[in-house]
C-alpha cells in the first residue's frame, strides 16, 4: 500500500474532504510511487482559510522579536534535517543532491535572515509639521495570506515566502505544487515541531484548478502570492483585481548571458554550462540565450559543445549524476515541441534535441542538453520560455546589439554580461532591462537578503527576499499623537 498523506489544517493532519487522492511519482522512474495526497477542493480550501482567519486574531499580537524566534528554531531543524529532505525532494522532484541541498539551505537561510528581522521591521518617525504633535509609521499585518508555489524550489520558494508573512503578523494557507507535496509535508512537520500555533499555518494539497483557484478566490484571503508561469499568473492577478486583492507575481524568464570578446572564455563557459542546464534548465532564473560576440563565438561554441556532450544524464540521488530529469511528462513533451519549432525556425541544432532512453532511464522524463546556433532574436526559441535543457546562441557584433538583444523579450528576470571592462560594466549595468544582473557570474545565484523578482512580465513590481518583501506581507500605517491639548489643522494652521 502507498503511503497516505494529508493536509495540515488548524493544526491537525486531515484528510481532503471528498476522499479523493493523487499520485506522486519520482520523475527519474514512473514506477517508483512516492505516496497518494488530499486531492483538495473548495470546502478543504474554505476549512483552512477559517483556521488561518481565527488564529489570526492572536498571532497578530504575537510581538514580531517572538515570532523570529520560532523562525529560528524552524531553520535550526531544518540544518538538522536537511539530508534527508534533500533526498525526500530529489526523489519527488529529480534534480541533483547537490542542488537539493542548496535548495533548503535557501531555506535555512531565509530563517535566520528573516527571524532576525523580528528585531528590526522598522517604521519611521518623522517630525510633525504642526507643535506638540508626533509622527511616524509602523507596519500592520494584512490577514490571511494564499501562497501558491511551483515544483522547482520545493523548499526555497514557500520559505521565501511563507517566512516573512509569519514574521509580519499574518496568517498562511500554502497550496504547494502539485508535483512537490512531500517537501511541503516536511516543511510542515519542522514548523509544528517549532512551535507555530494551531492555524497559523495550514497546508492544502491539490491542483491549480480543484485548490489553487479557490484559494485566490476566497473571501478571507487577503493577499495572494504567486510564483509559476506567466498564464496562471495572468488569471490569479485577473481574480485578485476584482476583488482588489493584494497580488504579488514572480512569473516567467528569458535569461540571457552575454560574452563580449575580452572576456575570460573559461569563466563564461563554466557560467553558461551552470546557468543552463543546472536544475535541468528548470529555473526561472536559467540561462535560455547565449549572446556571444562573433570574435568568440566560434571558440566558445566549441568548448561549449564539447562539455555539454560530457553531461552525465540520471537519477539525481546518484552523487555521479549532473542532471536529472524534467518533472513531468507534459515537460518533456513541451521540450521537444520547442526543439522542433527552432529546427522549422531555420536555428542549427549542435547537440541534443532528442529524449533520453538509455538503459536504466526508460522509466523516466530524461532529455539530452540542446544548444541550438544561428538563433535570431525574433524566433520562437529566443522570445518564449521553455524550462528545460535548452540554450540558444545568438551572435552580435557590438556591445550595443548584445544589449539590445537581451532587452528584446518581454521578460525582464535574470542577466549576466561577461568582460572585463570597467566601462561596460557600468554601461551594461545601467542599460539592462533586469531585476537581477550578474557581472562575470551566471544568471542563477540569488542570495536571499537581496531582493529578487524581475521587471517587464516577469512580475507586477513586488520584489521577494531581501528587504523589500516586508514590503509585500505588510501595510503601512501613519501615526499622528496630538499631545497640544486642541484641535490643529495640517496645512491650514501652518501658514507662513
Ligand atoms: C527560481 O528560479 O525559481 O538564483 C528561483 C537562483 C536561486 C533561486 C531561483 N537562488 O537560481
Not at 9 to 24: H, L, M, P, R, Y
Not at 156 to 177: R, Y
Not at 207 to 230: C, I, M, P, Y
Request: with cysteine; hydrophobic share 40%; glycine share 12%.
Amino acid at each position: 500500500m502507498p503511503e497516505l498523506y494529508k493536509n495540515h489544517i488548524g493544526g491537525k493532519w486531515v484528510a481532503a474532504k471528498s476522499g479523493k487522492t493523487f499520485e506522486n511519482r519520482n520523475p527519474a522512474n514512473r514506477n517508483d510511487l512516492i505516496g497518494l495526497f488530499p486531492a483538495s477542493g473548495p470546502e478543504d480550501v474554505d476549512k483552512a482559510a477559517g483556521a488561518a482567519k481565527k488564529a489570526f486574531s492572536k498571532w497578530r499580537l504575537v510581538p514580531a522579536p517572538k515570532r523570529g524566534e520560532i523562525l529560528y528554531r524552524v531553520g535550526e531543524l531544518l540544518r538538522q534535517r536537511k539530508e534527508e529532505i534533500a533526498r525526500v525532494m530529489t526523489r519527488e522532484m529529480g534534480k541533483i543532491l547537490k542542488e537539493t541541498r542548496g535548495d533548503i539551505q535557501e531555506g535555512i537561510d531565509t530563517a535566520f535572515y528573516v527571524g532576525s528581522e523580528g528585531r528590526r521591521l522598522f517604521g519611521e518617525t518623522t517630525p510633525s509639521e504642526l507643535p506638540d504633535k508626533f509622527a511616524m509609521s509602523v507596519r500592520v499585518p494584512i490577514g490571511v495570506c494564499g501562497l501558491i508555489t511551483p515544483w522547482n524550489f520545493p523548499m526555497a520558494i514557500p520559505t521565501w515566502k511563507l517566512f516573512p508573512a509569519l514574521l509580519c503578523g499574518n496568517t498562511v494557507v500554502l497550496k504547494p505544487a502539485e508535483d512537490t507535496p512531500h517537501t511541503a509535508v516536511k516543511l510542515f512537520e519542522i514548523l509544528e515541531e517549532a512551535g507555530v500555533p494551531p492555524g497559523v499555518v495550514n497546508l492544502i494539497h491539490g491542483s491549480g484548478e480543484g485548490a489553487g483557484a479557490a484559494l485566490v478566490r476566497h473571501r478571507d484571503v487577503q493577499l495572494v502570492s504567486f510564483t509559476g508561469s506567466s498564464a496562471v499568473g495572468r488569471e490569479i492577478a485577473a481574480l485578485c483585481g476584482q476583488n482588489l486583492k493584494r497580488v504579488s507575481l514572480e512569473m516567467g524568464g528569458k535569461n540571457a548571458q552575454i560574452v563580449m570578446e575580452d572576456a575570460d572564455l573559461k569563466l563564461a563557459l563554466d557560467g553558461a554550462l551552470w546557468g543552463a542546464f543546472g536544475t535541468t534548465g528548470q529555473r526561472c532564473t536559467a540561462t535560455s540565450r547565449l549572446i556571444l560576440h562573433q570574435e568568440i563565438k566560434k571558440e566558445l561554441t566549441e568548448m561549449l559543445i564539447g562539455q555539454v556532450e560530457k553531461i552525465k544524464i540520471g537519477d539525481g540521488l546518484d552523487e555521479t549524476v549532473e542532471m536529472g530529469p524534467l518533472i513531468n511528462e507534459a515537460a518533456r513533451q513541451k521540450v521537444h515541441d520547442y526543439v522542433q519549432i527552432g529546427k522549422k525556425e531555420g536555428a542549427r541544432l549542435l547537440t541534443g534535441g532528442t529524449i533520453y532512453e538509455e538503459g536504466n532511464w526508460i522509466h523516466g522524463h530524461f532529455y539530452r542538453p540542446t544548444v541550438f546556433d544561428r538563433v535570431t532574436p525574433t524566433m520562437r526559441i529566443a522570445q518564449e520560455e521553455i524550462f528545460g535543457p535548452v540554450l540558444s546562441i545568438i551572435e552580435v557584433k557590438s556591445f550595443e546589439e548584445a544589449i539590445e538583444v537581451l532587452n528584446g523579450t518581454p521578460y525582464g528576470l535574470s542577466s549576466s554580461i561577461y568582460t572585463r571592462d570597467v566601462g561596460r560594466t557600468f554601461r551594461a549595468l545601467r542599460d539592462i532591462e533586469a531585476g537581477i544582473t550578474y557581472i562575470n557570474g551566471p544568471t542563477i545565484g540569488a542570495e536571499v537578503h537581496l531582493p529578487f523578482g524581475g521587471v517587464k512580465e516577469t512580475g507586477n513590481g513586488h520584489r521577494e527576499a531581501g528587504t523589500t518583501v516586508y514590503d509585500i506581507f505588510s501595510e503601512w500605517k501613519s501615526v499622528y499623537i496630538d499631545y497640544s491639548g486642541k484641535l490643529q489643522k495640517a496645512q491650514i494652521d501652518n501658514v507662513e
